[in-house]
């Protein structure tokens, strides 16, 4: 018999992946305005995403539409114990999305304006995602079938560090990013940046690797039991060889590999989730299995999660090979 709460969950994994990977650098991106003052440069780095950004968001949209139908318990325990941080997500989208449009429009004495919005809007929507992230590591309170706890249950230590946290990671992917997209003075800026950046994400990813098993005992016993322990090990080994990677790559001048290994790196660290979480879609109780719609809806939102992904997928390829190559200080998408 097909286990379509199994299908579902990877096709939402992998939506969720693939916004945290093509939204992420799109982010990092206003997280990187404040390191740079130059207003041409500023309009280079926002032109590397000018003609794909758009799309981005399509992949969490099917994510949160698969959570809904997929697993309807879990959407409605999410969003009534995360409402807030979500909340604050969307207006962190929205203010960057019009500061996106409007600061190509804008009079000279407006743009700062809008650079600041988009700024802005790239902290709070990155730092809430984070937070999102931490407080379902920690799990939610649920009783029967609703959600147990406070409006404020997220607003703790981890889950804010988690925040910080994913803050750092996404800086580094639209570093390498821009790394991947510039040239000149541009291309060496970001050089010199990343560095700093991947040493600090691994201070991170350390604390939050070691936060994790320390709160939670089941966390500890999954990684840290044997034979888990061997079949796990990877997993950190090859943070270190990815980040010891975009370090080599930054100093020989590559132009590609950082960026690269640094989609890697987040691979590894979403991986490193699902390894602490599975099979709760619900830390710490509610399994996917527990959470999900009958078998006969997984089974219709099927059809058409089957002809809707290939269709995104190849218009994804289709507008980033269209827009391949470096971006030129005189060319411009608006």
């Keep these: 018999m097909i286990d379509f709460s199994i299908i579902w969950f990877a096709i939402i994994v992998f939506a969720i992946l693939m916004y945290i990977v093509m939204d992420g650098f799109d982010l990092g991106i206003g997280l990187l305005f404040p390191f740079n003052k130059d207003a041409v440069e500023r309009d280079m780095m926002v032109n590397t995403v000018a003609p794909v950004w758009d799309g981005n968001e399509t ?18 325990v999410i969003a009534d114990a995360l409402t807030i941080p979500l909340t604050v997500m969307l207006i962190g989208l929205i203010f960057r999305g019009v500061a996106f449009e409007f600061r190509f429009k ?15 809007g790239s902290i709070l929507a990155t730092f809430s ?8 590591i920690n799990g939610f309170p649920v009783s029967g079938r609703t959600f147990a706890g406070g409006p404020l249950d997220w607003l703790a230590p981890f889950p804010l560090f988690c925040g910080v946290g994913l803050v750092v990671a996404y800086a580094l992917l639209g570093c390498t990013w821009l790394i991947m997209k510039t040239e000149h003075d541009l291309h060496r800026k970001m050089s010199a940046l ?24 089941a966390i500890a016993q999954r990684w840290f039991s044997l034979p888990n322990l061997f079949w796990f090990l990877p997993v950190p080994v090859l943070v270190l060889v990815c980040a010891w990677g975009i370090v080599r790559g930054i100093k020989r001048e ?16 979403f991986s490193g989730l699902g ?12 399994t996917l299995w527990q959470a999900a719609s009958p078998a006969i809806s997984q089974a219709f939102m099927l059809v ?23 971006v030129k200080a005189n060319e411009g998408y608006h």
Excluded: N
Aim: hydrophobic share 55%; net charge positive.
């Design 129 to 136: 995602q984070g937070v999102s992230v931490g407080a379902i």
């Design 194 to 217: 990343a560095t700093p950046l991947v040493i600090a994400l691994l201070v991170i990813v350390g604390i939050i690797s070691l936060w994790t098993p320390f709160s939670h005992q």
């Design 59 to 76: 992949w969490l949209i099917l994510g949160g539409a698969g959570l809904y139908g997929a697993f309807p318990l879990a959407y409605s």
């Design 106 to 120: 804008a009079t000279e004495s407006h743009r700062p304006f809008w650079d600041k919005a988009f700024i802005g």
């Design 304 to 326: 058409g999660g089957l002809l809707i992904i290939p269709v995104i997928l190849m218009y994804t390829f289709w507008s980033y090979y269209v827009f391949r190559g470096k």
């Design 254 to 269: 590559a132009h590609y590999s950082p960026f690269l290994l640094t989609l890697l790196l987040i691979f590894l660290g």
């Design 275 to 286: 390894i602490s979480v599975w099979p709760y879609i619900i830390p710490p109780s509610i």
